[in-house]
């Protein structure tokens, strides 16, 4: 390994799923250390994609791996990551790869769900949209999933992280759910309270730091 730098992409990829199947961390990592170095053509999802196959059996080595990686890196995984640590409400891990930088994708509508679903997670979600917006701001998807599980608390979080609520209506005449008058009412004064207070120069009222559109 320390001569070669020529190794197949491939390759290596199986190596490493190898590792990951006999449960050898120290190797995982090993060869995630000098995959870079020996892989002329390494895809950027590469480390993301590995720590989302150790998710299945060796969640010890999928941790490992997004604890090693880098913001570029987890930035590059995909967005499944999130749905799966979601899927365990492992608070931690979900909270480093938001502050990583990774993307909730177009399913991010299915990690908010899982997360606001019965409402006893719906704090993980909040804490997480608190960090980083990492929901696309034209996903009418992912505010319809809260809307739909009445997560008022982290519908408003994405209104002030970007999501247009005008828009939001015309989108859901097409995917109509009732009985949520309620919610939907409260985001609508909410939605006016930012707008006048956008008007008026003045910072929102509900309004959390630390949040960018990502």
Known sequence: MQDRCNIDYAAYCNACKRAININDPEKVI????RAQASVPQLEPSFFGEMASYAYLDHRFIAREIIRRCGEEQIAAAPPRLLEQFAADQD?????????????????????LHMLTCGGH??????????KRMWVEADDYNALHACVQNDAVDVCKLLLEGGVDFDIYQQWAKNHPCGGHEETVQALADHWVELQAAQEQGEQAPSQTGGMSLG
């Open 91 to 111: 608070f931690r891990t979900l909270s480093a790869l938001v502050e990583k930088g990774i993307s909730g994708g177009p399913n991010a509508w299915r990690t």
């Open 121 to 130: 997670d719906s704090w993980i979600a909040e804490a997480l949209l608190k």
């Open 30 to 33: 090993f060869l995630m250390v």
